[in-house]
C-alpha cells in the first residue's frame, strides 16, 4: 500500500505531467499563429511589390493595351516564368493571363482616368474595380484551383552558401 508520501508525490507528478501537456498545447498553438502571422506578412510584402511594379508600369504608358501587357509581362518575369513576352507562357497558364488582365487594366484605369473615361462606349459604363480587391479575389481563385497561394510562386530556392574567408 503506497504511503501518503507516495500519493502526494504521485499527485504532484501528475500535475506537473498535466502543466507540460498544457504548455504543449499553448506552443504548439501560438507557432501555428506566429507562422500564419509571417505567411500574411510575407504575402502583404509580395503583393505590394507585384501590385507595385505594375501601377508603376501602367503610369508610364498612356496606350491602355500595351501597358496591360507590359504589366503582365512584367509580373510574370518578375516571377521567373518567362524572359521577354507572354507568348513564352505554357498552355496551362493562358487562364492566369486573363484572370490578371482586369486588374492590369483597373491599374491602368487609376493612373489614366481621362484615357478610360474616353474609351468607354455609352453603351457599357466602365468597370469601377478596386485592383487591390480584384487581386485578393485573383488569389483566392488561384488558390481554390491550383491548391497554393498564388504568392508562393515568387519563393525560390536559395541553396546554401559556404562562408568562405580568404
Do not use: K
Not at 56 to 70: K, P, S
Not at 126 to 143: G, K, N, S
Not at 148 to 163: A, G
Amino acid at each position: 500500500m503506497p504511503s501518503a508520501t507516495d500519493n502526494l508525490i504521485a499527485r504532484l507528478q501528475a500535475d506537473c505531467t498535466a502543466a507540460e501537456a498544457a504548455e504543449r498545447v499553448v506552443r504548439a498553438r501560438v507557432e501555428a499563429e506566429l507562422q500564419q502571422a509571417e505567411r500574411e506578412r510575407v504575402f502583404a510584402w509580395r503583393r505590394l511589390s507585384a501590385l507595385s511594379d505594375m501601377a508603376r508600369i501602367a503610369a508610364l504608358e498612356a496606350d491602355q493595351a500595351v501597358a496591360v501587357e507590359r504589366q503582365l509581362v512584367a509580373l510574370f518575369r518578375d516571377i521567373g516564368w518567362i524572359e521577354t513576352a507572354l507568348t513564352e507562357l505554357p498552355e496551362g497558364a493562358r487562364p492566369l493571363v486573363d484572370r490578371l488582365r482586369p486588374i492590369a487594366e483597373a491599374l491602368h484605369a487609376g493612373t489614366h482616368p481621362a484615357a478610360a473615361e474616353a474609351s468607354t462606349e455609352a453603351v457599357e459604363p466602365p468597370a469601377a474595380t478596386d485592383p487591390i480587391a480584384a487581386f485578393r479575389a485573383f488569389e483566392a481563385w488561384y488558390e481554390a484551383e491550383r491548391g497554393q497561394p498564388f504568392l508562393q510562386v515568387f519563393e525560390r530556392y536559395m541553396p546554401p552558401t559556404p562562408v568562405v574567408e580568404f
